[in-house]
């Protein structure tokens, strides 16, 4: 079966650096979006970054120019590097997986058929 784990979360200082990966197994992920989502206390699961194999990223406003999502090759693992971390990062982050075949990106939790455990962010003022 698909089996989605994350790891890398942990507690920084704002300004400091996270890689997040994701370790995917169970099945062939070539034609399968890959997304990160994560969830503030208190907070709905919110979309943060997207990955298509055709090298296609996508990501909300609030991360841009600093979260940088990639797939290893051949393909099975996925990162989110995060730079300059600010307190309101602070979530469990959610790796997501679910079947694509182009069209409009998809960025809601009821999109994805394959989710991880989470990792937690704790990110200090």
């Known amino acids: 079966q698909v089996q989605l784990v994350e790891s890398g979360g942990g507690l920084v200082q704002a300004g400091g650096s996270l890689r997040l990966s994701c370790a995917a197994s169970?099945?062939?992920?070539?034609?399968?979006?890959m997304s990160w989502f994560r969830r503030a206390p208190g907070k709905e699961r919110e979309f943060v970054a997207f990955?298509?194999?055709?090298?296609?990223?996508v990501y909300i406003d609030s991360v841009k120019g600093r979260f940088t999502i990639s797939r290893g090759s051949p393909g099975t693992t996925l990162y989110l590097q995060m730079n300059s971390l600010k307190p309101e990062d602070t979530a469990i982050y959610f790796c997501a997986a679910t079947l694509f075949r182009g069209g409009p990106v998809p960025r809601s939790a009821s999109e994805y058929a394959y989710w991880g455990q989470g990792t937690q962010v704790t990110v200090s003022s």
């Open positions: 990955s298509w194999n055709d090298g296609t990223t």
């Open positions: 169970g099945r062939t992920f070539d034609n399968y979006a």
